[in-house]
């Protein structure tokens, strides 16, 4: 076991109790672990599974205002969307970038009452917006951000234009419209950064991914699903942050409370990566952001050398593990096609997919984008209070957990000693530049290649210094293969210090290999060799983790064992 985890064990056996219980690893609860310890309480987070593998490794990569949310009259949670937006583009600038995005369109007039006949029950399916209906949202965009601007305005442009920068769109298109919002490139890593800085300014608090919680009286039993250790703990409130999965945890805590309806019902959201070398030129380094024919928003744009692609937007009763179906995958590639008509990207360019549940609020809309992005904390009584996080997105995260931690604290009566609006996460802090003075100082201080100072800088931002330090001198830092930058040493130190348990931690959530398409066999042997080594496993677990891995990446993603041996097969030929 490594002794990252050993130690947060230890700490909940010395002393069990804590102020506030947090039930759920994803991006929310992260984010009230780390609102509630700046308050000088004693926190304890338990993740069943991985830290943000859930919905919150399912995201589309945007950190958005949400435009569309203004034809839904949500306009206070635009400007929470934005402002949060704004926040993350200083405050975490290493994964948070802005990101051009243009829309494209087909008329004038169309859809300037779509507000209008949603609020009267007239249609929800929106009409296609035309010239006039996005002009309107961008201005009011624009104006809700005019006093920290930080992102240019809103640009218009007529056919002509429009086809001269992107010759390959829809030759229907009369007009396009170009605004900013941002991007993300690894989420699951900024969860992990939040972690890791609330780790050193509150270290009586403990995370604890791959374990349970569950009721026995007035108490409560964390069990290690690693070694099957059980650990008695007691909290003066309990926050249920699981998401899609709240009311079953409600159910599985709360013993004394009894909720008759459910609060959580999602939608389920597929996106694709896609290696089409035309298609990423056609974009131009933009997204493009269009409606599909039947009126759901989808969104295509230049992620980490790939294309991302999405998504789709189904109702879904249960909350389980899902993945992309066919006709999800065939859905976002024809909506792909309709708007880049001279491009024939299809399914052999995909070469990762990914699905998760948004934990939107109990609605009775029939047209899933109508139903509201908001959050809002309801609380259940009990002889130990729940607090349990209803809706919410990854934009506003930050807000979400201030907003519960205000409802816990006033519970506590406690008051709220620190923000974190304006607070740096993990290698955001001090970075600048877009890291080019970093690159620089990590080439001539450590006497790596400026491709190797690159990656680690977009990995890492200012913590690159801490990796390259720890990776300078060992015989094992070479590449794991042609198509990476990670080395060998790389992936030890993420085993020591990121709480990493299995082979999918390394290989989906503390690396980009499988989302980039990156994953062969041989890499895939060669990553889970090094786990094995310092997990001290025999050759029967190794292969077993391997096993385990690799069924879950052809279920869920796509990418079956004969691919990856395609890939191995074809980086043998290329370094022959």
């Given at each position: 076991?490594?002794?990252?985890?050993?130690e947060n064990l230890e700490k909940i056996h010395l002393n069990g109790a804590f102020d506030v219980i947090i039930l759920g690893g994803g991006i929310?609860?992260?984010?009230?672990?780390?609102?509630?310890?700046?308050?000088?309480?004693?926190?304890?987070?338990?993740?069943?599974?991985?830290?943000?593998?859930?919905?919150?490794?399912?995201?589309?990569?945007?950190?958005?205002?949400?435009?569309?949310?203004?034809?839904?009259?949500?306009?206070?949670?635009?400007?929470?969307?934005?402002?949060?937006?704004?926040?993350?583009?200083?405050?975490?600038?290493?994964?948070?970038?802005?990101?051009?995005?243009?829309?494209?369109?087909?008329?004038?007039?169309?859809?300037?009452?779509?507000?209008?006949?949603?609020?009267?029950?007239?249609?929800?399916?929106?009409?296609?917006?035309?010239?006039?209906?996005?002009?309107?949202?961008?201005?009011?965009?624009?104006?809700?951000?005019?006093?920290?601007?930080?992102?240019?305005?809103?640009?218009?442009?007529?056919?002509?234009?429009?086809?001269?920068?992107?010759?390959?769109?829809?030759?229907?298109?009369?007009?396009?419209?170009?605004?900013?919002?941002?991007?993300?490139?690894?989420?699951?890593?900024?969860?992990?950064?939040?972690?890791?800085?609330?780790?050193?300014?509150?270290?009586?608090?403990?995370?604890?991914?791959?374990?349970?919680?569950?009721?026995?009286?007035?108490?409560?039993?964390?069990?290690?699903?690693?070694?099957?250790?059980?650990?008695?703990?007691?909290?003066?409130?309990?926050?249920?942050?699981?998401?899609?999965?709240?009311?079953?945890?409600?159910?599985?805590?709360?013993?004394?409370?009894?909720?008759?309806?459910?609060?959580?019902?999602?939608?389920?959201?597929?996106?694709?990566?896609?290696?089409?070398?035309?298609?990423?030129?056609?974009?131009?380094?933009?997204?493009?952001?269009?409606?599909?024919?039947?009126?759901?928003?989808?969104?295509?744009?230049?992620?980490?050398?790939?294309?991302?692609?999405?998504?789709?937007?189904?109702?879904?009763?249960?909350?389980?593990?899902?993945?992309?179906?066919?006709?999800?995958?065939?859905?976002?590639?024809?909506?792909?096609?309709?708007?880049?008509?001279?491009?024939?990207?299809?399914?052999?360019?995909?070469?990762?997919?990914?699905?998760?549940?948004?934990?939107?609020?109990?609605?009775?809309?029939?047209?899933?984008?109508?139903?509201?992005?908001?959050?809002?904390?309801?609380?259940?009584?009990?002889?130990?209070?729940?607090?349990?996080?209803?809706?919410?997105?990854?934009?506003?995260?930050?807000?979400?957990?201030?907003?519960?931690?205000?409802?816990?604290?006033?519970?506590?009566?406690?008051?709220?000693?620190?923000?974190?609006?304006?607070?740096?996460?993990?290698?955001?802090?001090?970075?600048?530049?877009?890291?080019?003075?970093?690159?620089?100082?990590l080439v001539r201080d450590f006497a790596i290649a400026r491709s190797r100072a690159s990656h680690l800088v977009e990995a890492y931002g200012t913590?690159?210094?801490?990796?390259?330090?720890?990776?300078?001198?060992?015989?094992?830092?070479?590449?794991?293969?042609?198509?990476?930058?990670?080395?060998?040493?790389?992936?030890?130190?993420?085993?020591?210090?990121?709480?990493?348990?299995?082979?999918?931690?390394?290989?989906?959530?503390?690396?980009?290999?499988?989302?980039?398409?990156?994953?062969?066999?041989?890499?895939?042997?060669?990553?889970?060799?090094?786990?094995?080594?310092?997990?001290?496993?025999?050759?029967?677990?190794?292969?077993?983790?391997?096993?385990?891995?690799?069924?879950?990446?052809?279920?869920?993603?796509?990418?079956?064992?004969?691919?990856?041996?395609?890939?191995?097969?074809?980086?043998?030929?290329?370094?022959?």
């Open positions: 076991m490594p002794e990252q985890r050993d929310n609860g992260i984010g009230v672990f780390r609102d509630l310890a700046l308050q000088g309480l004693r926190i304890l987070l338990v993740e069943r599974s991985d830290f943000c593998s859930g919905c919150s490794a399912a995201p589309s990569r945007m950190i958005h205002g949400g435009l569309r949310y203004l034809e839904n009259g949500e306009f206070e949670l635009v400007r929470e969307s934005l402002r949060e937006r704004d926040a993350l583009l200083v405050n975490a600038p290493h994964m948070v970038r802005p990101l051009p995005t243009t829309i494209p369109i087909r008329s004038v007039f169309s859809g300037l009452m779509n507000g209008a006949a949603n609020f009267l029950g007239v249609s929800e399916t929106p009409s296609s917006r035309g010239a006039l209906a996005v002009k309107a949202g961008l201005a009011l965009y624009d104006w809700t951000t005019r006093h920290r601007r930080i992102l240019p305005r809103h640009v218009f442009r007529n056919a002509q234009q429009t086809f001269a920068q992107w010759p390959g769109l829809d030759p229907k298109l009369r007009y396009s419209a170009t605004y900013y919002d941002a991007w993300i490139s690894y989420p699951e890593r900024l969860g992990v950064e939040l972690l890791l800085d609330t780790a050193r300014f509150a270290p009586e608090s403990v995370a604890l991914n791959y374990a349970e919680l569950s009721r026995e009286g007035s108490n409560f039993v964390v069990t290690d699903t690693v070694t099957e250790g059980r650990f008695t703990v007691s909290a003066k409130a309990v926050v249920n942050a699981t998401g899609a999965w709240v009311d079953e945890a409600v159910a599985k805590l709360s013993g004394d409370v009894v909720t008759d309806d459910r609060l959580v019902e999602g939608t389920k959201g597929s996106h694709l990566i896609l290696d089409c070398e035309p298609l990423y030129r056609g974009l131009g380094g933009h997204m493009i952001f269009f409606e599909n024919d039947d009126g759901r928003v989808c969104i295509v744009f230049p992620y980490l050398g790939r294309v991302l692609a999405g998504s789709t937007d189904i109702r879904v009763r249960q909350a389980e593990r899902v993945r992309c179906e066919a006709d999800e995958l065939e859905y976002i590639l024809g909506a792909v096609r309709a708007v880049f008509p001279g491009i024939d990207v299809n399914c052999s360019h995909v070469v990762y997919t990914y699905s998760g549940i948004r934990p939107l609020p109990k609605s009775d809309h029939a047209f899933t984008g109508r139903i509201s992005r908001g959050h809002f904390v309801h609380r259940l009584d009990g002889e130990v209070p729940q607090f349990c996080m209803i809706g919410g997105k990854w934009t506003t995260f930050r807000a979400f957990a201030e907003q519960t931690a205000d409802a816990v604290l006033a519970e506590l009566g406690k008051p709220r000693l620190r923000s974190t609006i304006a607070m740096p996460i993990g290698g955001g802090k001090g970075f600048s530049d877009d890291g080019e003075s970093l690159m620089d100082e913590g690159a210094r801490e990796v390259a330090a720890f990776c300078r001198g060992r015989d094992d830092d070479v590449k794991l293969d042609a198509a990476t930058e990670i080395t060998q040493a790389e992936i030890v130190f993420l085993c020591r210090h990121e709480f990493v348990v299995d082979l999918a931690d390394l290989l989906q959530r503390r690396t980009g290999l499988a989302i980039r398409g990156s994953l062969s066999t041989n890499l895939v042997g060669r990553v889970a060799g090094i786990l094995a080594k310092e997990r001290r496993w025999d050759a029967r677990r190794r292969h077993s983790e391997i096993d385990g891995f690799l069924d879950a990446l052809d279920r869920y993603h796509g990418v079956s064992r004969g691919a990856l041996d395609q890939r191995t097969h074809d980086r043998s030929i290329a370094c022959a």
